[in-house]
């Protein structure tokens, strides 16, 4: 083969192995573009298929959700959404969407009729560690694990015997915060404080037979109080 044959055979190697990049080049970007549109043609229809399955509610802004509306009565923004929107609709707050439920025969469809549809949590970063790793029987899903938690939950907690034994000590300080409730007559009282000091006084009891009196008692009471607030800030996070 002369010289000249060898720089055509090159040259026309070189020109058809181009011609086959563009090709491949050509072949995957049509593959990706239909890839992509069939990817949002079936994300498309599943959304529009789950909203229409959601009840209606009120829109909201990107990312945000409904968030900068909600204002700082809850109870009375939560009633006019439901004058509005009916007793059951749906909220987007932020990344999560709730559903909020405002009728009693609703809710007793919920928790008694199908509570078995509506018995898995899904708990936060926050609610998973403060749990160990959701296992508690508050936010553990449902299953044998969390059927055993009920259990005994019932029989050893919430069981007659178990009540009747604390009864004594329940009604001690109950009575107990109802006499300091009349000695502070004409007096202005938070009774969300005074609700938790009794409850603190009466898990107390229960469990170790001890309670807390006077200013530690309401001291104790008000850290715990903001304790809690914290607490369910974090797991609704």
Known sequence: ??????????????????????????????????????????????QKNVTALMPPGPRGLPFLGYLPFL????????AKLAETYGPIYKLQLGSKLYVVVNSPSLNKEIVRD?????????????ATIATYGARDIAFSSQ?????????LFVR?????ASLDACYDMRRQEVSKGLSDL??????????????????????MAMLWGGTLTGEKCEAIGDEFRKVLAKFMVLVDT
């Open 1 to 46: 083969m002369s010289k000249g044959d060898s720089g055509g055979a090159w040259t026309w190697w070189w020109h058809a192995k181009e011609a086959n990049d563009e090709i491949s080049r050509a072949t995957t970007a049509l593959l990706v573009i239909a890839i992509a549109a069939l990817s949002s043609f079936f994300l498309f229809r599943r």
């Open 71 to 78: 204002g700082t009565d809850l109870p009375q923004k939560f």
């Open 114 to 126: 199908q509570d078995l549809t509506f018995a898995n949590r899904d708990p936060s970063n926050a």
């Open 143 to 151: 299953g044998p694990y969390w059927r055993n938690l009920r259990k």
């Open 156 to 160: 050893q907690i919430m069981s007659n």
């Open 182 to 203: 009349y000695r502070k007559s004409g007096v202005p009282v938070d009774i969300g404080e005074w609700a938790v000091l009794i409850l603190i006084n009466a898990v």
